[in-house]
């Protein structure tokens, strides 16, 4: 500090670190030791009218250190006014390339640099002010006059006017710089908080003890919002959208708003969103509909979150004239820095809001649009209970970041959880929702697709029942992951389906899936020059008959079946492997016939539970075969324990395991004849089917079977030659069998009203819930099922070995 001679009559140690001078060195010389001139003010006293006149001077320039270096510093020299009109220079310099950690704080040195004003206060050893600059009042609302020759606390008597004295005295004793932050509301805008930053000089006379105490004082408010803004914003980058889940992510956001933004925030969720279904809400005019709400995250200050009638998942009310309704009408944000709580406002259209909004105080709001995709997904509240500051716009913009964040995140979860839910959905319907094994087997399943995200994949399985209480077992590998291959998986599953139906042996049936697998890849090909894409697949089909016990299968580049006996033994047949589908090499397809003891267990599976990384097929086929080696358990169980052989990384490979045990038919259920092919043939058929049935207690269906018989008998006369087979079976329905030597099938036609022939399977069509024709060795069968009158006990397997025939009556 420099008189108005351009005397120096105090020095501060912080000077003395920057350039060398010691307070002996410098206090009463003249300034011109320190400071540069220029061509315009040659001379101290030139330079000292040249601040006069422009009321002080800042600008960049070079001062040179005592050891001879050159310092590039900014320097300010500020006008300070004392009593009776006298004047006092503070020279304030800053290095530009180092600054002493000492000296003062970043935000003071940020201020110098940028020519921010500042207010200085000059204080003797008594803290009483001696020298003031003009901009002090601005900061703080005391006048020159008032403030002169008063201490701070008799200036503005308070708290913190005491604990800034605290400081003062401390760096009086020390000598040492001090820097404090406190907040003060001005004169000029009382009622927005602003935030000081002071740094605290020790001034020292030429023997280096202490003249007074020099403040300097930076309104660093806007400073201060954007650091706080900016670590808020820094947190939630880590915070927001850690799930993809549209209810965590908006308590996410709640979290974050308090305390940091509010005491109070609420985010209120369109309520389709959370699921991903239903059409966007658009902003605009609602046309009296105004979208439901509910309530998806909340946070207070305030343990149990007392200020919010709804808890989360609760449908939240939006009344016509709240603030909700016009952010929704226009798209902007809301902000009632003074929220009018008094009757007859917009709070009063619902009255357990606005018991809540006066019991806790509200007075202050912000209501934001969550906005996505041009899309309204929810708006979030900001609410200030406890803190007495009302929101401002720069706490609007905070705000508005913070949901634009969250909506991004909101998005992706809702775009997630739409995709989720339709590639669930589409598996549920691919897959079979329950297993119908009827009398034959007793079945459990697995499903594990490679992708957990969406819960699809390309593998299938399916217990298919058959004519004559029989039934198929398929499982199939397409090759690939996730929702493409589930849906090639959902065309090769229908065509099973329609393959089976047509009553195919297992080696036909994959010879002709075989063929549609090629035919689905040429019809995929971009164009006809294109080659078309090799659809991979693998399957193994199975066809089990619970009345002899036998299963014929075959596969198509699949894995092995494995069968545990009742004892508990473990065998992997040898079956004729198969080319993959879709190859197109044209090698046929083997069956494979086995005998099935009764209460046998048969698992079909794919790669995925057998293969690993680390270890060989035949590692898992073992891991496998143990954890299915207790028979006696339930079949959930092995289940369970054929899932736990996985290793615990994740899958690389869709993992599917169908289980059956095996049943039999008991005898007493199984009737049959051979019967010659003539005249006589029908009248001992219908005899012997009346008499079957009312062993069986099914006389209501003697007259239906009796015509169903007399017709496909009939057929077997006329169009075959040599023994017909007649074959009852009384299990989950009544089905009627004949077999004869013709391989053709035979075909329903339309009969004219002249014709004397053509209505047999016209009426077999009518007198039974479905029939069909399958081949078999050397010949064919036609078959007709029934269903069982209500109150008729259902077949149930047998403990022993089922007899294949009864024999001939």
């Known amino acids: 500090m420099f008189d108005e001679l351009g005397t120096v009559v105090a020095w501060t140690q912080a000077a003395e670190q920057l350039v060398g001078y010691s307070a002996g060195d410098v206090v009463g010389r003249s300034a011109a030791l320190v400071l540069p001139f220029s061509e315009e003010a040659p001379t101290i006293s030139a330079f000292v009218e040249q601040c006069r006149a422009q009321n002080g001077w800042s600008g960049t320039t070079a001062v040179r250190h005592r050891d001879g270096r050159v310092l590039n510093v900014s320097l300010r020299i500020s006008m300070l006014w004392g009593q009776d009109g006298t004047v006092r220079w503070l020279i304030s310099v800053t290095d530009i390339d180092t600054l002493s950690v000492e000296a003062m704080n970043g935000s003071v040195r940020e201020s110098l640099l940028t020519r921010a004003p500042i207010g200085i206060v000059v204080r003797d050893p008594q803290l009483r002010c001696t020298w003031v600059n003009d901009t002090m009042e601005r900061h703080d609302g005391i006048s020159r006059d008032r403030r002169l020759g008063r201490r701070f606390t008799d200036a503005r008597p308070d708290v913190k006017a005491e604990a800034v004295e605290a400081v003062m005295r401390q760096v009086l004793h020390s000598g040492t710089t001090k820097v404090h932050q406190y907040r003060t509301w001005p004169p000029t805008s009382p009622r927005q908080e602003h935030t000081m930053a002071a740094s605290f000089f020790c001034l ?20 201060r919002r954007a650091l706080e803004r900016l670590a808020i914003l820094g947190e939630a980058s880590t915070r927001l959208g850690s799930t993809l889940d549209v209810m965590q992510t908006s308590q996410e956001l709640a979290d974050l708003a308090v305390p940091l933004l509010a005491d109070y925030a609420v985010v209120d969720l369109e309520q389709s969103v959370p699921f991903g279904e239903g059409p966007p809400v658009h902003i605009g005019p609602m046309e009296g509909r105004l979208p ?11 343990q149990g979150v007392p200020e919010s009638p709804w808890v989360r998942g609760e449908p939240v009310p939006v009344t016509p004239a709240s603030p909700v309704t016009d952010v929704l009408r226009s798209g902007r944000s809301h902000l009632e820095a003074i929220l009018d709580t008094a009757p007859g406002t917009w709070i009063d259209e619902d009255p357990a809001r606005a018991q809540k909004i006066r019991e806790n105080s509200m007075h202050s709001l912000m209501v934001v649009p969550i906005r996505a995709r041009r899309a309204l997904l929810g708006v979030a509240l900001f609410i200030r209970t406890e803190n007495p500051v009302p929101f401002q716009e720069f706490d609007l913009l905070l705000a508005e970041e913070l949901v634009s964040r969250a909506a991004m995140s909101m998005d992706n979860a809702r775009q997630y959880a ?13 897959l079979p929702h329950r297993l119908r094994g009827g009398t034959a087997v007793e079945a459990a399943s697995r499903y594990l697709p490679a992708d957990m995200d969406r819960g699809v994949g390309g593998d299938w399985f399916d217990v298919i029942p058959l004519s004559g209480a029989r039934v198929a077992l398929v499982v199939g590998d397409v090759v690939g992951h996730g929702i493409n291959a589930a849906a090639t998986m959902g065309r090769l599953r229908t065509a099973v389906h329609t393959l089976a139906d047509m009553e195919l042996p297992p080696d036909e049936l994959l010879a002709r899936l075989d063929d549609t697998v090629q035919r689905l890849a040429e019809e995929d090909a971009d164009s006809p020059d294109q080659t078309p894409t090799v659809v991979g697949a693998t399957c193994l089909y199975a066809v089990y008959d619970p009345a002899t016990r036998m299963c014929t299968m075959a596969r198509a580049g699949h894995p092995p079946p494995a069968i545990i006996d009742p004892q508990g033994r473990i065998t992997f047949p040898d079956l004729p492997t198969g080319t993959p589908l879709g190859t197109g090499l044209g090698v046929p397809f083997e069956a494979v016939e086995l005998e099935l003891p009764e209460g046998s267990l048969l698992a079909l599976y794919t790669d995925g539970l057998i293969e690993t990384r680390d270890h060989d097929i035949d590692v898992g086929m073992h891991r496998l075969g143990t954890a299915l080696a207790q028979p006696h358990r339930s079949l959930e169980d092995l289940c369970t324990r054929a899932m736990e052989t996985i290793p615990a990384q994740i899958p690389c490979d869709d993992v599917t395991l169908l289980l059956v045990r095996t049943r039999s038919l008991s005898p007493v259920h199984v009737a049959s004849w051979t019967l010659p092919s003539d005249e006589t043939a029908v009248r001992s058929a219908r005899h012997m089917a009346a008499r079957q049935l009312a062993e069986w207690g099914l006389e209501g269906l003697e007259d239906a079977t009796k ?7 009939t057929n077997a006369v006329r169009h075959s030659t040599g023994p017909i087979g007649l074959r009852l079976i009384k299990h989950q329905v009544l089905t009627c069998e004949v077999f004869d030597t013709n391989t053709d099938s035979p075909r329903p036609r339309r009969a004219r009203t002249i014709d004397e022939n053509g209505r047999g399977l016209f009426l077999v069509a009518q007198l039974s819930r479905r029939w069909g024709t ?36």
């Open 418 to 430: 739409r995709e989720h839910t339709a590639a669930l959905a589409l598996q549920r319907n691919l």
């Open 774 to 809: 399958r081949s078999a060795s050397r010949g064919k069968v036609v078959w007709a099922e029934e269903d069982l009158p209500s109150g008729v006990p259902k077949a149930r397997a047998c403990e022993g070995a089922a007899v294949a025939g009864a024999g001939v009556k």
């Open 204 to 223: 020292q006379d030429a023997d280096g003890e202490a003249l007074g105490v020099c403040t300097i004082n930076v309104d660093v408010t806007e400073s």
């Open 707 to 713: 015509l169903i018989v007399s017709e496909l008998i």
């Open 292 to 302: 439901v709400f509910r309530r998806a995250g909340l946070a207070s200050i305030h």
